[in-house]
């Protein structure tokens, strides 16, 4: 039997980036299919999270990140630009936002199309491998989706025809994340456990043989 599990992502989430290829790899070798549903990350959902925060907070977070990068041997750079716009004084974030709200809505059309997890794999590490400057510009994104078995200018269409069932759409991927157990990202919830964390990947293929997950 096929295992399932949802995925609450966030195109800004560097722990995001780094959890998937485990999930990627996870899915190659075991009978188990991701249910991506992509999310605004916490700057465009709650904006005074991150200036209201402790300043430990963010700089230990800092160092968490590139730390768990090397420690995964998994390339990251803070992405240029950043997938969300700041105000780097009052770590702020105006509601013009040029990348964030493309990117996610985009991640909801390719789950549509069955190849959520292949285009965030891609797309993140487009963005924060470091492999590319300038990920915004040129065929950087056509090509992350192209290699992921999608047509970005097909996705686009979709995005500007569709934008506010789109939103809706990541709307309830919101509210449904909030009921799993979590509001962060990666969130990943199996038989309605919530495991939240790069950091419980291992935690949660443990569940997933407890629960009878087969190689393929």
């Known amino acids: 039997m096929t295992l399932s599990y949802d995925l609450y992502w966030s195109f800004r989430s560097p722990y995001s980036y780094l959890v998937t290829p485990r999930l990627v790899a996870l899915e190659a070798e075991y009978d188990v299919r991701c249910n991506v549903r992509p999310v605004y990350p916490i700057a465009v959902r709650q904006a005074g999270f991150f200036s209201n925060a402790d300043p430990l907070w963010f700089s230990y977070f800092m160092r968490d990140v590139f730390r768990c990068g090397e420690y995964l041997g998994v390339p990251i750079r803070w992405p240029v630009p950043d997938p969300v716009v700041m105000d780097p004084a009052t770590r702020t974030y105006p509601e013009e936002q040029p990348y964030i709200f493309r990117l996610t809505q985009l991640g909801v059309v390719a789950a549509e199309a069955g190849k959520g997890l292949a285009f965030i794999a891609e797309v993140s590490k487009t963005i924060w491998s470091g492999t590319v400057?300038?990920?915004?510009?040129?065929?950087?994104?056509?090509?992350?989706?192209?290699?992921?078995?999608?047509?970005?200018?097909?996705?686009?269409?979709?995005?500007?025809?569709?934008?506010?069932?789109?939103?809706?759409?990541?709307?309830?991927?919101?509210?449904?994340?909030?009921?799993?157990?979590?509001?962060?990202?990666?969130?990943?919830?199996?038989?309605?456990?919530?495991?939240?964390?790069?950091?419980?990947?291992?935690?949660?293929?443990?569940?997933?043989?407890?629960?009878?997950?087969?190689?393929?």
């Open 133 to 216: 400057d300038h990920w915004h510009k040129g065929d950087h994104l056509a090509q992350a989706a192209a290699r992921a078995g999608l047509d970005l200018a097909a996705l686009d269409a979709k995005v500007a025809a569709e934008g506010d069932r789109l939103d809706a759409a990541i709307k309830a991927n919101q509210d449904a994340q909030r009921i799993g157990g979590h509001y962060g990202v990666p969130l990943m919830v199996f038989d309605g456990e919530p495991f939240f964390g790069q950091d419980r990947f291992d935690q949660l293929v443990w569940r997933m043989k407890q629960r009878g997950l087969a190689k393929r």
